[in-house]
């Protein structure tokens, strides 16, 4: 079988990075093509990021001598790969309608990106939790008349430590109605140069602008349905969310209290559920899907973001901890690798569950 | 006015060294007398703490040249001082034998350690919070046929970041029903050496034995009453407390959501009821007391462990970010500095407001 | 006696901040008037850095409803204040010209910033090791046709961990011909934001643009003498440095190896001249003088950037680990506070010895 | 060809625990056997180790289920495995007995521990730079009456961040005569719980017990001769060793200014011999030596700790930034990673080329 050819947007960023190191060797992918500003554009690929490899792996040598293409440029990228990765950098309207551009011409979008994740027909995916909500690229092609092209995006990273979790309970009819949490997040969520050094020795930071918000709200999106060619949000469950900085480089860690909407299962059986919890991605097998997509760690003081993120290809949830709450039902920490399952893995995950569906074919 | 001889149990410890620290040029109390264990006895405090001085200010020199006294000498410390301030390390059944036997000698001991906090007719001071539960002074000593002694403790450190701006509240008319909450806590508090510079680099712990129990639990004593000489917890508020060890040296914060029992003030009001809240400390102008017991920041990031936690002599709670909670009712973060107000602080202003109502003529 | 009015030109930037928060209560000196950008230029100083303001103290008041002035209205500054501190943020070359600028216009300037650094008649002082390099100002003055103003600067922050101690052997006698060291410098060195967390989480940046450089020439002037109205280097000392970037928030540390040039002294003999060492600025019992330029630590493990940082108001160098080298004749490890004494503190004692000196009358 | 069996003293300590990781499908190795202290001795590792693994990966099944042994049962060992890596923690004399006796029992040792570093007849290991000194083999055997049994140990991790490159300059034709360096040290060298979190926090530690005096002493040794069934050290180098503590998960950095004894290669030179260097385990192919022993990183700010620790294998040394040196030749950066490279890693590798040479047939 030969590879389908794949198009980083914004392959000179952060998450771009990401992109082109979790793709070296991908049994279905090949990055066959890489497009940034034109301020990249027209040099080697390895060139344009000289100096701002962020990786600790060195740089696929495949990729490094790619030419940067012009992200804007999407006659260019029509021509040399099947779809594209989206990580570009822009202000959000600009991405909005680059995004949309690439989608009508032809190109499907995978989008790491925020402005299309509270477009009423774009889906906003974790594969594991909402794999059916694929079901509506065809009406968002009727919707805007697009023919190959389609627009998928994923979610927050913040929530993307969790939620697995919640979905586990629910789909075991457990549902959740409460949720009070708080993060401790790593500062490769915020890019880079990100935070400054000055604000994170000896300190945390109590507040990461709109990450609040979109943790409360995105999940509401993401649990649930389509009705008429759009998106219906699952009103039942209320969401509040405390987000820290915490000088950690990768993985976000939430300590979650839960009151269920209804009945409540035992602490073995919540266990259970989570040990035995297995999605779509793990029934098709995908190249990234993780074997477990929660691990349950018994240890008394896991999961710890440096001993667990990296669970199973960085794509696992780790959960610990958990305990009765005095005051909801149950309380938990849970853990997931932000930069790969809560950006690049996971968009990567989409992407070959998209392919699975036949959807790139 | 001469100074009143206090004596410091265990201060050769970290918290012994903070009593010994804070306690320069107190203008009411002069260390006289230092005590430790047996190892430490009779060589002078300098030499005993050398290479173990963890203060970052340099030691007193008036205590330097003291000769440390073995803490189970009660006969000698009995000579030497008027109380003590207890911070020996022992296992805690020593610990509680070794103060109550001090009290029973005509010593009275204000206590940092944990043993006697559930000892019934034993109150656990917040100054700010529960000043009258000094009044259990002359039951504590009919039950027990002390004289002159008597035995005073404080609270962990963790909740003191949140419960004077709870009691704040309760004490404006509007009681607090529930609290779930999470700490992120500075290595401090876990003294030295405490926790692994592996364990918290590029790392947090979600995990503190034992102290989500406190956090829970020691607030229902110290919003509690007395009753037939002894306390009577208040049972009419619950508590649920995640607790994070951080790699932040000192200065423990809480995310705080917070439903009131009955009705509830508005956000402004709130924040009223915070910056005007003044305590008994600070109507008797206690040296130790802080001018404002709560410090409202209203920058969108604050308080920082690093930047809040020295807020008026350490004294202060800093109180940030109260917003809507989309669960509760209110939500905020607040912060104090474990090792000062949380510690050996609090026990000094718990020692001052003693000697305000007469305790330690 | 009534207090010299001071300006500060980029009085809103880190070591403008710096110089207001260290001017505070100083006993010779009031800040009457901040300046900055024409951005901040006509906002009050408190609304101008609102949310920028780095140091751990909050504002002081007086200055926080001082309005900003546009640094570029030299006329406005001479009204307002009788000599400026300068830490003007603009590119270097612009930097040179203002501070000329301020001077020929009769407004002398203790800089902080670097471009007049290598100005052949400007002196670079660190006020206990080349008082009498304020002995050029007349020259200067005469040279470029000034007449009250003149032009004095401070060197680079790395070089203050430990030239003071070496021109302490030098006075002594012991002249110093090699050195080679290494330093551990702080991350507010490079401002806010400055590093990026990302690069100082589980890492160390072993490169610090520039520095290298600084710290091996601007020694040589510093330890030079004045002739024919301008400075000649004394080339007679080598040195070589690396310079790291570490995880600590104030306080450089360096590693210093040294060869005498001459003759030896013994290992007692140099901690005996550090010890009694005393400067111009002892002498003249100046408010910012450290009682003692040069601690000596005998602990095994210091000076460490906590924990000695701050000593004697974070103006003193702390030394330690003296010994033996078995390449060169004596190694040791000194500190001081690369924002205090490297920077705003350090030019602020360069002004206290010029109006000791009668510059400022 | 079925795989040798390796038993691991000290398998429950950290040292003890990277063995076993590193030597996960290990083509030649197979680890069957485990021993520790008597307190462990009898339980399965996995219970023997549980709540203390420190390793990121999860525990190899294979060896979670081995009944630990008690490392001074030496007929047991001996019937269990073909020879033992050592990493037992006890004081140093019983170390170096217990270690001499398994050779004398016909179980060969390769030691990470420090007794034996200084037996004359017993070589320290860098397999790049002194693969011949595995000759004295027969002559220990011969001065000890030992038959089957030999005792191979390596060097202190410290040196080995940079003794390569020094080694493959002299090996070019240009020996080394003086050497001043600075390193940043990691704490797992210090082992678990090692350095505290408090000492590590916006700080470091400018002094590890005894390294200074391993780092300039064990390289003459490496470097040295046999000669009369003995080693001799090679004196013609000088080393000065400055060693710090930084808060760094793993990787040691060291800065190193060095003379040469004679003549001088350009940089351009140096940094080819560098690349183009290979040792006797690359020619053999031996499974853990690195393809390039030294990798030259041309970034300015490389080699880090976070980055470059892990370049191949985590076996290679990484260096960067060479440039002239002031006051000696040349300076450079340099790094390894100290808990694979410096310690287990190491030792993996020193077996690995005994086997090769015949010593474990």
Partial sequence: MSKIRVG????????GQQFVRLLRDHPWFEVAYVAASPRSAGRKYADAVAGRWHMEEDMPEAVADLVVGDASDIARAKKECRFVFSAVEMDKKAIAELEAEY????????????????????????????????????????????????LVVKPNCSLQSYLTA???LRAAGYPVGKMILTTLQAVSGAGYPGNASLDLIDNILPFIGGEEEKSEREPLKILGRIEGGQFVNDESIRISAHCNRVAVVDGHTACVSLAFADKKPSLDEVKKIWTEFRGVPQALDLPSAPARPIVYREEPNRPQPRKDRDAD?????????????????????????????????????????????????
Same sequence: chains 1, 2, 3, 4.
């Fill in 166 to 168: 919640v979905h586990a």
């Fill in 313 to 361: 290809k960085a794509m696992a949830l780790s959960v610990g901890r958990l305990r009765e709450c005095l005051v909801f039902d149950i309380r938990f920490v849970a853990l997931s690798h932000n930069t790969v399952r809560g950006a690049a893995g996971g968009g990567i995950l989409s992407a070959e569950l998209l392919r699975a569906k036949g959807y790139l074919d």
């Fill in 103 to 150: 989608a009508a011409n032809d190109v499907p979008v995978v989008s790491n990106n925020s402005p299309h994740r509270w477009t009423p027909d774009v889906p906003m995916m974790i594969p594991e939790v909402n794999p059916d909500h694929l079901d509506i690229v065809p009406a968002q092609r009727k919707n805007r008349g697009w023919k190959k092209g389609f």
């Fill in 8 to 15: 980083v947007l914004g392959a000179t960023g952060m998450v």
